[in-house]
């Protein structure tokens, strides 16, 4: 076959999928830059600046905040990995698709887990986690705060208020609120939060933000054994980012993607962003409801930037997907275990978050729907 010297080109995508989402150019130019060491003061400059902006997203002065190298699986694994130990009690609030994965990690790495389970849409009042915290009295509490194979948004104040009573440390995943909805590490009390560069950052999957409270950093310095993923040893890491001493050949160029990425955040005001979200997803609402369609999840429990949308009666949800992949250019997603085939998961994040942006997909939407 005759060789083409064009480089090739990946086609257009609007992604209002849960993740990736859309890419701001200047993200895109960012990673055009050249490429330093993984040791070079300008890797540590610039690696300072996204362990400084981070700590804003996250709302924290946690000095223990960094970007891992990996997607939000791994900032998932960070926080497991070191933080259990062989027999350790972890709890689990679960309902959906990701606090099952965690738990599952819980247990490769030694847990004993106890769960506290809900149908896939619901959430967990203050008294149900409390009384399931108060009752198992574990070491570890793990929760969701916006699981995307749902739409539900977990309030987090509860669970860390009860964890701490009973001395336990506190597991959030913020893989997809980061970036579009307060997380509040502090304020909450939150003591190991992860999450990703591809949802709410807008930024391309590879990096996964992590911070660490001091409770939880003492706790780390005090393990008996090391952590059993060398690649994810947060004291290594640790070493790495504040000892300038080599761990691993982290990617120059996904930094520049993220410091861009959160750069912008900053430009635009983290409560601006968050709100556009909010405004933006009640806009959907109201225009999805005005068609008829219903949303899966509770009002005053969504997600804003992750919108679940049950998919009518007769239609078949894999066709309309593909039909707005091949015609228009759109990814969304459809639903996970108990809810494949039900729900539609539609993504509002970045650029994509503004009334235009829901005008052009609902448009989209409603053709692909006939
Ligand atoms: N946690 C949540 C809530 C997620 O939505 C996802 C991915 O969508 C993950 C964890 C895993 O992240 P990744 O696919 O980037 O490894």
């Known amino acids: 076959m005759p060789q083409s010297h064009a480089t090739p080109q990946a086609p257009k995508r609007y992604l209002y999928g849960p993740g990736p989402t859309q890419v701001e150019d200047s993200v895109y130019q960012a990673m055009a830059n050249n490429v330093v060491g993984h040791l070079d003061p300008y890797f540590f400059e610039v690696a300072g600046d996204v362990r400084a902006r981070l700590r804003t997203v996250f709302g924290t002065s946690n000095e223990l905040t960094l970007a891992i190298s990996g997607t939000g699986s791994s900032g998932m694994e960070t926080a497991v990995a070191n933080f259990v130990e062989p027999g350790v009690k972890f709890g689990v609030l679960s309902a959906g698709f990701f606090a099952e994965r965690i738990a599952e990690m819980a247990r490769r790495h030694g847990a004993t887990v106890v769960k506290a389970d809900k149908p896939w849409g619901e959430t967990f009042s203050d008294a149900e986690a409390r009384e399931f915290i108060l009752r198992e009295r574990p070491q570890l509490v793990a929760f969701v705060h916006a699981e995307t194979s749902t739409g539900a948004l977990q309030s987090p104040a509860a669970i860390c208020q009860a964890a701490h009573e009973v ?40 990096l996964s933000p992590v911070t660490v409270s ?3 950093v ?11 993923v060398w690649y994810l040893d947060l004291k ?28 912008l955040v900053d430009v635009e005001g983290a409560k601006i962003r968050w ?24 009002p005053g429990h969504r997600i804003p930037n992750l919108n679940t949308v049950r998919t009518p009666e007769g239609v078949d949800d894999a066709k309309v997907r593909s039909r707005l992949l091949t015609e228009h250019g759109i990814e969304v997603a459809g639903g996970f275990g108990p809810l494949a085939g039900k729900i539609f998961r539609i ?7 503004t009334r235009d942006g829901v005008d052009f997909f609902l448009n989209a939407f409603q053709q692909c729907l006939k």
């Open 167 to 206: 001395g336990a440390l506190v597991i959030a995943d913020t893989v997809t609120s980061l970036g579009a909805v307060p997380v509040e590490v502090d304020l909450h009390g939150i003591d190991i939060a992860y999450s990703c560069s591809q949802k709410g950052l807008s930024c391309p999957p590879g």
């Open 214 to 216: 001091p409770r939880a």
């Open 275 to 298: 709100n556009r979200h909010r405004e933006s997803h009640e806009y959907f609402v109201r225009k999805i409801e005005a068609m008829g369609l219903g949303m899966h999840v509770a």
């Open 347 to 353: 993504g509002l994040m970045g650029p994509l978050a």
């Open 218 to 228: 003492e706790r780390l310095d005090a393990r008996k054994t090391p952590c059993d």
């Open 236 to 263: 290594l890491l640790r070493d790495y980012y504040d000892g300038k001493k080599y761990h691993h050949t982290a990617s120059a160029t996904l930094m520049y993607a993220l410091r861009e990425a959160l750069r």
